[in-house]
């Protein structure tokens, strides 16, 4: 895991919206979200801000994903069970991959579609002569997010 998803664990974890966080470190619009959708990397001058931004937060954690997600003494002032940060990483990490598989399942079916289009296409010349349309934007599917 990268620190970059270390990072949304916090956030999701704290109930921050990325925007407020992005606003919070003084970061520009979307930035985070688009570091974290490409798992970009995540600059020192940015995990500094972060630091000293959220004082809970532990840095080493964020960097190595070693140790705890927050410091020993806030843990013991906000009386939070190891085993609730465990399953909420847990949690995390496995929607995280059902998502990539979701989107690869619809990469794969997006290209079903696009060649099943074009079987039917060769078909319909072989019996009419017409030539196939080439303009396939009308019966393609697009993400979202693409």
């Known amino acids: 895991m990268k620190p ?5 664990i916090f956030i999701h974890f704290k109930k921050i919206s990325p925007h407020a966080f992005e606003k919070k ?7 985070f979200s688009k570091q ?5 990397s995540v600059g020192s001058d940015i995990l500094i801000r972060i630091h000293e931004t959220y004082t809970d937060l532990d840095i080493l954690w964020v960097l190595t994903g ?3 997600m927050l410091k020993e003494e806030m843990l013991q002032s906000q009386q939070i069970d190891n085993s609730i940060l465990e399953d ?3 949690k995390y990490t496995n929607e995280n991959k059902k998502l990539k598989k979701l989107e690869n399942d619809f990469d794969k079916l997006q290209t079903s579609l696009s ?3 074009k ?4 078909y319909e ?7 196939p349309i080439t303009n396939t934007s009308s019966s393609v599917v697009k993400r979202m997010d693409a």
């Open 88 to 90: 909420f990483t847990n």
């Open 66 to 68: 070693e140790g705890q």
């Open 36 to 40: 974290l959708k490409h798992l970009g």
């Open 125 to 131: 010349f072989m019996l009419n002569g017409n030539p």
């Open 119 to 122: 079987i039917i296409g060769l």
């Open 4 to 8: 970059i998803e270390r990072i949304a």
């Open 115 to 117: 060649d099943k289009g």
């Open 25 to 31: 470190i003084e970061l520009s619009n979307g930035y």
